[in-house]
């Protein structure tokens, strides 16, 4: 990722992040409230049941216990009788006798006035039948009528629906063919009726509801939305702290993340993957002639910004953190891209391609410039390599490389020679065949008396060697008459060019390979 977009992508994560689980708090609290509401009211339908069935069952039993008695209808005893199990039964509020379907008794004697008998419109049992909602209009409430035999039982509907409850809601009860029994609370007409003809458990907007069948009847319990609010802020404060703590979890991996991209290892990573990387050439001239045949490749880091970076502050970085393989890949591609048409139409030219030290205890890289050499059909000889003493500590994994790219017809070059610590005879031991002699070695040349006496004698004996030579970083005309005096092949300096753009060193090539001494 780019690295200016990297901030706003973070934020953007970031604020994703942060929102997300607080979101899903709200919305799985929501959930459980609704769910843990419905079990709820359902343990509130299923009590309401069985208050139901036991009160219409023990008015039941009670009736049936008079049948079995076999009075004489209205005697004193029979009165006594009715008396008696209407105080026995809670929700029993009175017993009527009637015979011919006219009223002649009831527990507290006999009839006063005319009354015929209330029709059933259920029948729970065979024999049993209920009436729902009898009344001898107001303000006497309405009752519900359980009859047997000649005898009827009224009950007072509210003891049905009389369950104690925690939380506000309406209890209610219905046939089983779907009417209304008895009720409490205040939920709207629509919703009751609805309940009353079937099971079902579930939300609206405005109520959650459940429901139980039982073998007469069915219960139902409903309760308001701002109860389940009531518990969605329950719910929301058990949740909150996981939420946070995953947000903050998330939002650290962010930061961290973006951290990460942002540094040096991730610019490098971003760089590599966007190919940020290009190559300049300081070109190499033939000492004896002053003509240039060829060049070494440098690279240069240009960033989406505009800025460069020097490779001294980001090639030890990359090789430290492993980065250098792909750099190299991508090199390489460069150079024989850039070069191509040079390097076919001029046989003399060659190009001198840096390789780290990685590199060169793998070998990986003489893949890529073994398959890239074919593919542009340039001759592996205008290929040189530079590798530092560095890797070449390894001396058997670096020899196997070296070898290989001998083969292969590159020319290797050990470079910065005299800086690093490796023995004269691990040199002599490797396939090399170029040696570039340090800048701090063409530095000295006619300044300090001490060096000046080492570099004639790394020169001379670079020749016992049969070494071909190449001076690095030539800035003076003396240093150039003194190496070329030493016999010296090759040189590069500022004195002669810096490193040039591609295009701008084809024309310094164009202009500076044919020999003008
Ligand atoms: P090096 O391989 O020793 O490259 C020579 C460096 O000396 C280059 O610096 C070059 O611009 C500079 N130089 C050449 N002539 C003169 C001169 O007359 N005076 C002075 N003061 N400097 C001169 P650069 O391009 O900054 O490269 C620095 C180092 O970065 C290279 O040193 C090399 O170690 C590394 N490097 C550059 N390109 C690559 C690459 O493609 N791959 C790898 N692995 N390393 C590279
Ligand atoms: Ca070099
Ligand atoms: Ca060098």
């Known amino acids: 990722m780019r690295r200016r977009l990297i901030l706003p992508v973070a934020i953007g994560l970031g604020l994703i992040a942060g929102l997300l689980p607080l979101g899903a708090a709200f919305y799985l609290s929501r959930e459980r409230a609704v769910a843990t509401e419905q079990e709820h009211l359902q343990d509130y339908a299923r009590w309401t049941l069985q208050r139901a069935d036991l009160a219409i069952s023990r008015a039941k039993a009670g009736l049936r216990r008079l049948v079995m008695e076999n009075h004489d209808l209205c005697t004193p005893r029979h009165l006594q009788r009715l008396q008696q199990i209407t105080m026995d039964v809670l929700s029993i509020e009175d017993i009527r006798v009637f015979r011919n379907d006219r009223l002649v008794c009831d527990s507290r004697g006999p009839a006063q006035r005319l009354v015929s008998m209330a029709k059933p419109n259920v029948m729970i049992s065979d024999d049993i039948g209920l009436t729902l909602g009898w009344g001898m209009g107001s303000p006497f409430p309405e009752m519900l009528v359980v009859s047997f035999g000649p005898y009827q039982a009224l009950l007072n509907r509210d003891r049905l629906v009389d369950v104690l409850h925690d939380t506000p ?191 060169i205890q793998s070998g990986r890289f003489l893949n890529v410039l073994e398959e890239g050499v074919k593919r542009t059909e340039i001759n592996p000889e205008q290929i040189w390599l530079e590798a530092t003493e560095r890797g070449f500590m390894e001396a058997d994994a670096a020899r196997g490389t070296i070898a290989r790219a001998r083969q292969l017809g590159h020319a290797v070059a050990i470079d910065d020679f005299g800086t690093g610590y490796s023995s004269l005879s691990l040199l002599e031991s490797l396939p090399l065949n170029v040696l570039k002699i340090d800048k701090s070695f063409i530095d000295a040349i006619g300044r300090e008396a001490a060096t000046s006496i080492v570099t004639p004698a790394i020169i001379e004996m670079a020749h016992r060697l049969k070494f071909v030579l190449v001076a690095e970083g030539i800035e003076t005309e003396q240093q150039d008459r003194y190496l070329k005096k030493a016999g010296v092949e090759f040189g590069q300096g500022w004195l002669y060019s810096k490193a040039l753009p591609p295009k701008d060193f084809l024309l310094f090539y164009s202009t500076h390979n044919k020999p003008f001494i």
């Not at 458990?201 to 009847?217: C, L, N, P, Q």
């Not at 951290?259 to 001239?285: C, K």
């Not at 910004?305 to 953190?321: K, N, S």
């Not at 076919?344 to 590199?359: F, G, K, M, T």
Request: charged share 25%; aromatic share 6%; hydrophobic share 45%.
């Open 169 to 359: 809601m309406t209890l209610g009860i219905a046939t089983l063919d779907g009417r209304l029994v008895a009720k409490s609370g205040v939920t709207n007409s629509r919703m009751v009726d609805q309940l009353s003809s079937s099971e079902m458990g579930g939300s609206t907007d405005r109520e959650v509801f459940a429901s139980v069948r039982g073998s007469d009847f069915r219960a139902f319990a409903v309760s308001e939305r701002s109860v389940v609010d009531a518990r969605t802020s329950e719910e929301l404060w058990k949740l909150l702290p996981i939420a946070v703590a995953v947000s903050a979890l998330v939002i650290g991996l962010i930061i961290w993340m973006s951290r990460q991209r942002m540094s040096l290892a991730g610019e490098l990573r971003t760089g590599i993957a966007y190919r940020e990387f290009i190559a300049h050439y300081q070109p190499i001239i033939e000492l004896a002639t002053g003509r240039c045949v060829g060049a070494e490749a440098l690279i240069r880091w240009r960033k989406p910004d505009g800025t460069w970076v020097r490779p001294d502050l980001f090639i030890p970085y990359a090789e430290e953190h492993h980065l250098i393989a792909p750099i190299t890949d991508i090199m390489i591609e460069r150079v024989l891209d850039d070069m191509k048409a040079a390097l076919q139409s001029d046989p003399s030219l060659h190009i001198a391609i840096n390789i780290s030290a990685e590199d």
